[in-house]
């Protein structure tokens, strides 16, 4: 058999959690390329190995041994390929017309993961909404938005019980006042129960402290594409060509969006605005910018529902892969582990749902676990294949 191991510390993306390779078991459920769970069939420890870096183009790292297997594309030919075997080969080749240099090896990216459906106290597309241009600290929740698509959205997934009032003192801060027939308890909250929802969810906070809950991070398809929706109909933006930008000034968020956009299988990558500090104007008013990061976004999914946004939506041109640009050996060694999964292609997503290749065992040494280890249900393999 291959024994092509990742280190025990690095995190294995499975049903609805997250799992350290340390702790995974024979029987836990982890994430294929596909988006579908898939059953580890073995599990071999390695003990203390040197411990590689494997750096992907759009910033993703994972900390594998040197004989950790890779599906890559080499041009447009699938391959399994050890860390070892990039190294050998090099990462890039340069063109023989202009002397520019190409990263040779690209991993292709996952296709949604189908987490099961969440109940959720909030609408997810509602979260996504007050998370980009919501105030949530106040006793009645506020929407700053002139654009009336994305109001009557809100008002109705709220339904009969809310109605959003604009704020006639500013330009565009809009209240959602829950009626008065329906108020459950005037004591607590103004009794506004969307305020209360927000509570419990931890989510009435500052702009610079907002997150996206893990439940929302962990919902279905359908429910990460909705929050997605609500996000960037409200912080995100889209050119003429496509290409897709989330801004803020709060790094947590940004990261929160671009965790869940690579759950659905979306190419992206996060940037950072260092003009921190420089004096610009906003309505006429001079002030100091905060620092800003962002999130570029490339896919064809339907991430907004604003018309103006999701009508600039582009096919997708290019394969969704991203290229290998570096492998670093690191100045220390840990324990490392190698799983075996019961899928067509043998793929799992490990951190940042980076697509990797499990481990090879022959049927000589499946049948000598079953015999002698009792690590195997022989009979379980048998009618799987």
């Known amino acids: 058999g291959g024994g092509k191991m990742l280190s025990n510390s690095e995190v294995v993306v499975c049903q609805d959690k997250y799992i350290k390779m340390g702790d995974i078991k024979v029987g836990d459920y982890v994430i294929g390329k596909n988006g579908k769970p898939t059953?580890?069939?073995?599990?071999?420890?390695?003990?203390?190995?040197?411990?590689?870096?494997?750096?992907?183009?759009?910033?993703?790292?994972?900390?594998?041994?040197?004989?950790?297997?890779?599906?890559?594309?080499?041009?447009?030919?699938?391959?399994?390929?050890?860390?070892?075997?990039?190294?050998?080969?090099?990462?890039?080749?340069?063109?023989?017309?202009?002397?520019?240099?190409?990263?040779?090896?690209?991993?292709?990216?996952?296709?949604?993961?189908?987490?099961?459906?969440?109940?959720?106290?909030?609408?997810?597309?509602?979260?996504?909404?007050?998370?980009?241009?919501?105030?949530?600290?106040?006793?009645?929740?506020?929407?700053?938005?002139?654009?009336?698509?994305i109001l009557n959205q809100v008002e109705d997934i709220l339904g009969k019980e809310y109605e959003i009032k604009h704020d006639t003192s500013t330009t565009n801060n809009h209240t959602i006042v829950c009626k008065k027939e329906f108020r459950y308890d005037y004591n607590v909250h103004g009794g506004?129960?969307?305020?209360?929802?927000?509570?419990?969810l931890g989510l009435n906070k500052k702009c610079s402290e907002?997150?996206?809950?893990?439940?929302?991070?962990?919902?279905?398809?359908?429910?990460?594409?909705?929050?997605?929706?609500?996000?960037?109909d409200t912080d995100g933006s889209i050119n003429i060509e496509g290409s897709i930008e989330f801004t803020?000034?709060?790094?947590?968020?940004?990261?929160d969006l671009i965790?869940?956009?690579?759950?659905?299988?979306?190419?992206?990558?996060?940037?950072?605005?260092?003009?921190?500090?420089?004096?610009?104007?906003?309505?006429?008013?001079?002030?100091?910018?905060?620092?800003?990061?962002?999130?570029?976004?490339?896919?064809?999914?339907?991430?907004?529902?604003?018309?103006?946004?999701?009508?600039?939506?582009?096919?997708?041109?290019?394969?969704?892969?991203?290229?290998?640009?570096?492998?670093?050996?690191?100045d220390y060694q840990e324990e490392c582990s190698c799983i075996m999964v019961d899928n067509d292609d043998h793929t799992y997503l490990t951190r940042d749902f980076v697509v990797t290749h499990n481990s090879y065992w022959s049927s000589a040494l499946i049948l000598h676990n079953f015999l002698f280890d009792g690590a195997y249900d022989y009979e379980t393999y048998l009618e799987n294949k």
């Open 39 to 149: 059953k580890v069939l073995q599990k071999t420890p390695h003990g203390k190995k040197d411990i590689y870096e494997l750096v992907l183009h759009d910033g993703r790292a994972v900390k594998c041994g040197l004989e950790h297997q890779w599906e890559v594309f080499d041009g447009n030919n699938k391959r399994i390929l050890t860390t070892e075997d990039l190294i050998n080969c090099g990462l890039t080749y340069t063109h023989s017309k202009n002397g520019g240099k190409t990263f040779r090896f690209k991993i292709e990216n996952n296709l949604p993961v189908e987490y099961n459906e969440k109940k959720l106290s909030i609408d997810p597309y509602l979260v996504g909404v007050l998370l980009g241009d919501g105030t949530l600290t106040t006793l009645t929740p506020k929407i700053a938005s002139s654009d009336m698509f």
């Open 192 to 200: 506004n129960p969307l305020t209360e929802k927000i509570r419990i």
């Open 210 to 232: 907002k997150f996206i809950p893990e439940i929302y991070k962990l919902g279905s398809v359908e429910q990460r594409l909705s929050l997605l929706q609500g996000l960037l």
């Open 248 to 255: 803020n000034t709060n790094e947590k968020l940004v990261d």
């Open 259 to 330: 965790e869940v956009a690579r759950s659905l299988g979306i190419q992206c990558r996060k940037g950072v605005d260092n003009r921190s500090k420089s004096l610009h104007s906003i309505k006429g008013h001079s002030c100091y910018r905060s620092k800003t990061f962002r999130a570029y976004l490339r896919t064809d999914l339907p991430v907004f529902r604003l018309p103006r946004k999701k009508e600039r939506i582009r096919p997708m041109k290019r394969r969704n892969w991203v290229a290998i640009v570096d492998i670093k050996k690191m």
